[in-house]
């Protein structure tokens, strides 16, 4: 069972906005670094953005800067990924993940140990 779910994933035309939600039952997301990751189809997975629990938020890639951002509601335990001006190549699984009992943000996927399901995006031309 996993520890995380995502949800928001949609069908939406190219230069559309969507939000996703990652919740958990069983973590609490203000207390660990959480980030947002995805995976194309034939592509490896990779990162996108991640949240500390104090501090500035972790870019794994210039490419997607100033179109995605990352927050944190803790009231509500969720953390979200907003993304502008989605693009058909934006197509994805997109999943969260928390890195377990650290405040920090890690560059290797692997050192991420809850991970959701994933939540599809496809953005149509």
């Known amino acids: 069972q996993s520890q995380l779910v995502e949800s928001g994933g949609d069908l939406v035309q190219a230069g559309e906005s969507l939000r996703l939600s990652c919740t958990s039952t069983?973590?609490?997301?203000?207390?660990?670094?959480v980030g947002w990751f995805r995976q194309a189809p034939g592509k490896e997975r990779e990162g996108i953005l991640c949240l500390p629990r104090r501090g500035q938020m972790f870019v794994y890639g210039d490419s997607l800067k100033g179109r995605f951002t990352i927050s944190r509601d803790s009231a509500k335990n969720v953390v979200y990924l907003d993304m502008n001006d989605l693009k058909p190549e934006d197509t994805a699984v997109y999943y969260c993940?928390?890195?377990?009992?650290?405040?920090?943000?890690?560059?290797?996927?692997?050192?991420?140990?809850?991970w959701g399901r994933g939540t599809q995006v496809t953005v149509s031309s």
């Open positions: 993940a928390a890195r377990g009992p650290t405040d920090f943000c890690a560059a290797s996927i692997s050192a991420y140990r809850y």
């Open positions: 069983t973590l609490s997301l203000d207390q660990q670094a």
